[in-house]
């Protein structure tokens, strides 16, 4: 039984942000208490993969080092709208395969995507991390639910910054873009602030 995955960007043969990668594992092996890890490049390398282009490597694992692997193709999509959703209770500071509340919370929203809000603090959609712009610069929330490799990334190469992020604060940036292993810091995927369609002063947010 396979608990904990790792999504990780290949483009053009070659692998992304894999040290942060590693040390996410690593990380969650010492966590469990279990000795050792599984090695992310050699197993990408046992796959003699020769294609150009971009593609998703999803490899999933289990604390005996089991583990198995699936690269497809990957194109990043737009997505139309997004909601705010209330959950209080929600944690997912590993990687976990498991992600039914993820779900159960997109099913109950009417948006494309989710921004969860956890003690009226900004946290993350259902599958990324998130940018806000205010001015020129750009912020990550500082109540993140998983501190995702693109974040960890950005914020050493001092590309963002960190900052709290409420109901009440949102409204103060212009807009927003979402990052995760497979989506950079873009400029083609930036959505105006409007895009979330129950902003404070536009209705309630959506109480699970």
């Known amino acids: 039984m396979f608990q904990f995955f790792e999504s990780i960007k290949i483009e053009d043969q070659e692998i992304s942000l894999l040290d942060f990668h590693q040390k996410r594992v690593n990380e969650t092996f010492a966590n469990f208490g279990k000795e050792g890890s599984i090695d992310l490049g050699k197993i990408y390398k046992s796959l003699n993969h020769d294609e150009d282009g971009l593609f998703k490597l999803r490899i999933s694992y289990d604390l005996n080092k089991g583990f198995r692997t699936q690269l497809i193709p990957y194109a990043i999509s737009e997505i139309s709208d997004f909601q705010l959703v209330e959950n209080n209770s929600f944690s997912y500071s590993f990687k976990f395969?498991?992600?039914?509340?993820?779900?159960?919370?997109?099913?109950?929203?009417?948006?494309?995507?989710?921004?969860?809000?956890?003690?009226?603090?900004?946290?993350?959609?259902?599958?990324?991390?998130?940018?806000?712009?205010?001015?020129?610069e750009w912020f990550t929330p500082s109540t993140f639910l998983l501190n995702g490799v693109q974040r960890q990334h950005l914020l050493k190469a001092k590309k963002i910054k960190e900052t709290e992020i409420t109901l009440q604060n949102i409204q103060e940036f212009s807009h927003f873009q979402i990052i995760n292993a497979m989506n950079d810091f873009d400029d083609m995927f930036i959505y105006p602030i409007s895009r979330i369609t129950n902003l404070p002063e536009n209705g309630d947010y959506l109480e699970l």
């Open 97 to 136: 395969e498991d992600r039914k509340e993820f779900e159960r919370m997109k099913i109950k929203a009417k948006a494309d995507e989710i921004i969860i809000v956890k003690n009226n603090h900004i946290t993350d959609t259902s599958f990324s991390n998130l940018l806000f712009q205010k001015g020129k």
